[in-house]
């Protein structure tokens, strides 16, 4: 009889799902949205997706060899980031901002950090916001269609009328991956079905925000209007795929809703009295600060805490 | 409404259908019994023979260490062959009797049985206490200490566990459904120590024929019922069943009585049946022998002290080499580097698996996904408090509520990262108990 069987601590069964199947399936929802950007934008869009995306993969590889640490690029953290960044980004923004952008983002957000689910803001939103500062010219402007013009949102801060249906679609300016609610849509849902994601960021979230809204936005209820802040400016995007970012959110129950809260509040502040239309990234990456409090104060309740003993 | 649960918990494959129509098979020993004198939570049992004695099968060869402790019995005749540490199913070398085996299987004369309706509760608690009955789910408590809290009249209810949530397992389930007229007498055995208890099966819903066959045996019953139960690990933990049946929640510093309630489990209810109805003390239970590793997996009733390779070998042997063979559930059982380790009061399985899935498994960094704290039933966060654990910051790991674990595992079972989150909570457990004590 052999006597050497393995012994380890139980459970001795698990679970298949892992760390990089999860990454996996961000990446496949994401590319409703990346094939759109590319149908919409043509080749450059392209080409900055390709070359952000690959940039981020290289980076973490090299900083990993250097730093002799285990190469984890197979994890698909780092494509999530790229791809995240990149659709996140003008269609005409020099190819090298891009890659730029990504290195930082690995680099600097993630692994200076200690890599992966040691950075507390998103890598993806940090870098873009790091760029908007840098570049704010090429990060700022668009074209569609030929003709440079503003993104809805701006529009719709300058008082103009903006189409709902086009933002729905995506048949606008704006940044590769953002325009097409659908498209963002069909990979959230696929998010929702597989168990990766829940409502209950983007959920309160979305709500709260269409409150804020309703309340400061000095047009009541009105449904195009509210439309027109939904579908633009990124916040589906923003909503369904960054603020759900699980390293850079809160863990409890409780303080997904809080931070969900928070971050409505904000984006609803931002764009409402800041000096840009958007606000979505700089509000989920200020909420990513806020974190560590929120996790603090909606601790759960242990069960039968609080019993007769 | 839906059925009776907790919030939290998993449901892995649970592989009973290799077992699960395999009706239970008596077996014998061939070689020496081994009995650790430690097959309970407490003090060890004290050695009453000696080196060379020959004892009757049935005749107790240690007695209680104590209160919390239980007396040992020899499962066959046969002459004492040493008292010397043997390894347990758990991994360590532990004190043991070893007794030779005569093949006759002579029993000591049991004494004249009193009708169970004649006896007094004090008669009824001393049989329990003499014939070193413990909980057999896997805990080994000390089933007299377990019936004796400080005011029985608060007791309402008594819970039979019969959820058996761990996967693989079938021994309960096949006792439900050949032994229901002993479960049911053990369950009136305890009722009769409780004057305002009513007693409640509670069985989870992959068991519908036991709950048919359960509904049966006690509609004669006025206080017991069967409760229906969702299929889902841990049902079967103490608080989350005690929860799923009477609404009643308690934690790690209060027991099963400050809510009301006893659970035992339901091979301890058959074996409180043989003590006080037959007068037979502990010495047998029924164990699953099953995993893909096994060749003819099934339930065999087993004496104590029986080596477990006899056991397996009664399933036909392995049929292709295991990696891992486990004493008890894949959830919260113990794997063991051999075989040559002896059935005890808590020896509920053997599970053989050809592939050992954990050791291929490299834990990475955590993504903070938040699935433990989706699964855990203790509702606390386990990435968290293993991340104290690691860095032995048991202030911390105190304050987040470390010490509320029931150590089911389903943290480690759903962990993306394959960290092994169970083993550091646990670990630290350890230490933090001990402190809390002193």
């Known amino acids: 009889m052999s006597e050497n069987y393995n012994i380890s601590s139980s459970p001795h069964v698990r679970d298949k799902v892992t760390s990089s199947n999860i990454m996996l399936m961000v990446t496949i929802a994401l590319l409703p949205a990346t094939f759109f950007g590319i149908y919409n934008f043509g080749m450059p869009a392209l080409i900055n ?137 069909v990979g959230a849902i696929f998010l929702l079905l597989m168990g990766v994601i829940d409502l209950r960021i983007p959920g309160t979230y979305i709500v709260t925000f269409v409150v804020f809204i309703t309340i400061f936005g000095g047009h009541g209820i009105d449904a195009q209007y509210i439309t027109a802040h939904l579908c633009g400016g990124g916040l589906m995007l923003g909503a369904w795929f960054m603020a759900t970012d699980y390293v850079t959110s809160p863990i409890t129950k409780k303080g997904q809703i809080v931070y969900g809260i928070c971050l409505g509040c904000l984006t609803g502040l931002f764009r409402l009295f800041g000096g840009s239309a958007e606000g979505v990234s700089y509000a989920i990456i200020f909420s990513n600060l806020l974190v560590p409090l929120i996790e603090r104060v909606t601790l759960p309740k242990p069960f039968g805490k609080g019993g007769e003993k | 409404m839906g059925l009776l649960t907790f919030k939290g918990g998993i449901h892995p494959d649970d592989g009973k259908s290799l ?62 062959k040493a008292l010397e540490p043997h390894f347990n199913p758990t991994g360590s070398k532990v004190p043991c009797i070893v007794i030779e085996n005569d093949g006759a299987y002579t029993e000591v004369e049991y004494p004249e049985s009193k009708p169970f309706n004649l006896m007094t509760k004090d008669e009824v608690m001393s049989r329990i206490a003499d014939a070193g009955v413990v909980g057999m789910g896997g805990a080994g408590f000390p089933t007299r200490v377990k019936l004796s809290p400080k005011e029985p009249d608060k007791i309402e209810y008594i819970i039979a566990n019969c959820a058996e949530c761990e996967p693989y397992i079938t021994a309960d389930y096949r006792r439900m459904l050949e032994n229901t007229k002993e479960l049911v007498s053990g369950m009136r055995v305890v009722l009769s120590l409780f004057d305002n208890a009513k007693g409640i099966f509670g069985v989870e819903d992959n068991k519908k024929d036991c709950i048919s066959v359960l509904e049966e045996a006690i509609k004669d019953e006025p206080r017991m019922s069967v409760k229906t139960l969702q299929t889902k690990y841990p049902q079967g933990a103490e608080r989350q069943l005690i929860f799923a049946t009477t609404g009643r929640a308690i934690n790690s510093t209060m027991l099963p009585a400050d809510a009301g309630c006893v659970v035992d489990n339901v091979e301890t209810l058959v074996t409180i049946h043989n003590a006080v109805i037959k007068g037979r003390p502990s010495m047998e239970r029924v164990v699953t022998v099953s995993g893909d590793a096994v060749a003819n997996p099934g339930n065999f009733k087993v004496l104590f002290g029986m080596n477990q390779a006899e056991v397996v070998e009664a399933a036909g042997g392995f049929k292709t080499q295991p990696q891992k063979v486990i004493s008890g559930g894949p959830m919260m059982g113990f794997s063991m580097f051999t075989l040559d380790t002896p059935i005890t009061k808590t020896s509920s399985s053997i ?25 855990c039933p203790s509702r606390i966060i386990p990435s968290r408090l293993a991340d104290f654990a690691e860095r032995h910051d048991e202030d911390s790991f105190t304050k987040q509520n470390g010490l ?7 943290c480690s079972y759903v962990c993306p990262a394959k960290r092994q989150l169970k083993q550091s909570i646990g670990s630290m457990r350890k230490i933090a108990l001990a402190n809390r004590k002193k």
């Open chain 1, 49 to 185: 997706i390709v070359l952000t995306t690959a940039t981020a993969v290289l980076a973490e590889f090299v900083y990993e060899k250097l730093m002799h640490k285990d190469i984890t690029i197979g994890d698909f953290s780092a494509v999530v980031t790229g791809l995240l960044l990149a659709l996140n980004l003008p269609p005409t923004l020099p190819y090298w901002m891009g890659p730029l952008g990504a290195v930082f983002a690995i680099i600097v957000v993630k692994q200076l950090f200690g890599g992966l689910g040691q950075n507390f803001m998103n890598p993806a939103l940090a870098a873009r916001c790091f760029l908007l500062i840098s570049f704010t010219g090429k990060m700022t402007y668009f074209v569609y269609d030929g003709v440079t013009g503003a993104t809805p949102l701006a529009s719709l801060k300058a008082g103009e009328a903006v189409n709902t249906m086009d933002m729905l679609l995506g048949t606008t300016a704006g940044t590769i991956g953002e325009t097409s609610v659908i498209a963002i849509m």
């Open chain 2, 19 to 80: 077992a699960k129509d395999q009706a239970i098979v008596e077996i014998m020993p061939k070689g020496d019994l081994v009995y650790p004198l430690s097959q309970h939570i407490g003090a060890p049992a004290k050695p009453t023979v000696a080196v060379g004695d020959y004892v009757l099968k049935g005749q107790k060869i240690a007695e209680a260490g104590g209160f919390v402790s239980a007396p040992i019995y020899a499962s066959v005749s046969g002459t004492v």
């Open chain 2, 351 to 375: 599970l053989g698996f050809t592939e050992d899935v954990v050791a291929k498994l490299k834990p990475s960094a955590c993504i903070n996904c938040g699935r433990c704290v989706e699964v």
């Open chain 2, 404 to 410: 509320e674990c029931v150590e089911c595992g389903s």
